[in-house]
T-cell receptor
Framework: DARVTQTPRHKVTEMGQEVTMRCQPI?????VFWYRQTMMQGLELLAY????????DSGMPKDRFSAEMPDATLATLKIQPSEPRDSAVYFC???????????FGQGTRLTVV | AQKITQTQPGMFVQEKEAVTLDCTYD???????LFWYKQPSSGEMIFLIY??????QNATEGRYSLNFQKARKSANLVISASQLGDSAMYFC???????????FGKGTRLHILP
């Protein structure tokens, strides 16, 4: 059963701490997206990669957010230092060749206190 | 620039009625795809239906159909014979094939009334 796996599912952290969210895309999918969901903004695209190369990260606050794909099976999203306004659900999604739709992970619910 | 607009923040519909969720888009890429996703209260994102920009016929998947009007740049989702389980947030999305970027609208929260 192919699926996108995100860890952790929930994270509560104190303001100023580093947060790392991980995503394992579906094996063979070469395009990986990071989205942030909030009540006010809906689903915002933060960054995405094709074949591990970053294509666009213009949706990310550059001073505190970073996204990487150390290898084809792992994408990471880091926030350092975290702030209360970063509280949201962060989704990872992947797309494969020949399949139009994106497959989503279950999301990481981040709460910064 | 890409843009997706969903103008209905919330809708209330009586069970068994048909419902139309609006979506308009803007792109300069001639090759693109349009999607609808459902997000129930559990939070998962469920893919519903896809329409390619070159597809001649409107896409259908069971009770879901996509009313694609290319000249108007609209891609409305039609749910026939609504059910209580259709209560959820619905997102319209677009993928431009020149760079594979996928962006989403802000969503419409649908409430089905018994």
């Amino acid at each position: 059963d192919a699926r996108v796996t995100q860890t952790p599912r929930h994270k509560v952290t104190e303001m100023g701490q580093e947060v790392t969210m991980r995503c394992q895309p579906i094996l063979g999918h070469n395009t990986v997206f990071w989205y942030r969901q909030t009540m006010m903004q809906g689903l915002e695209l933060l960054a995405y990669f094709r074949n591990r190369a970053p294509l666009d990260d213009s949706g990310m606050p550059k001073d505190r957010f970073s996204a990487e794909m150390p290898d084809a099976t792992l994408a990471t999203l880091k926030i350092q230092p975290s702030e209360p306004r970063d509280s949201a659900v962060y989704f990872c999604a992947s797309v494969g060749q020949g399949v139009p739709e994106a497959f989503f992970g279950q999301g990481t619910r981040l709460t910064v206190v | 620039a890409q843009k997706i607009t969903q103008t209905q923040p919330g809708m209330f519909v009586q069970e068994k009625e048909a419902v139309t969720l609006d979506c308009t888009y803007d792109t300069s890429d001639p090759s693109y795809g349009l999607f609808w996703y459902k997000q129930p209260s559990s939070g998962e994102m469920i893919f519903l239906i896809y329409q390619g920009s070159y597809d001649q016929q409107n896409a259908t998947e069971g009770r879901y159909s996509l009313n694609f009007q290319k000249a108007r740049k609209s891609a409305n989702l039609v749910i026939s014979a609504s059910q209580l389980g259709d209560s959820a947030m619905y997102f319209c999305a677009m993928r431009e094939y020149r760079d594979d970027k996928i962006i989403f609208g802000k969503g419409t929260r649908l409430h089905i009334l018994p």
